[in-house]
């Protein structure tokens, strides 16, 4: 994982929320380009960003190609940003 592509990808809004969207579960572009007022190739360049920065998944069924979360890179940033803070997980009270 490359904290830097982690962190540019998240720094944009329509990003984050598709993030947000898939959550609930997998999605195709069509479904998720539904909830913005952008073009279908925008939505498709933030699929690509969130795609290089490992935080979603692809799977192609058919002609379709489904989205969904990839939860092990969100967890991996939270840790980070908890060690940043200089938290102490056993001294949490």
Known sequence: MSLQATL???????RREILNLLKR???????IGE?????GAAISRHLSVLKEADLIRDTREGK???YDLNASV????????TDLKGEDHDQRK
């Open 74 to 81: 969100l967890e991996e940033i939270m840790l980070w940003i």
């Open 35 to 39: 909830h913005f007022p952008v073009t």
């Open 64 to 66: 379709f190609i489904y």
């Open 8 to 14: 540019r990808a998240l720094a944009d809004p329509i």
């Open 25 to 31: 579960g997998r999605m195709s572009a069509g479904e």
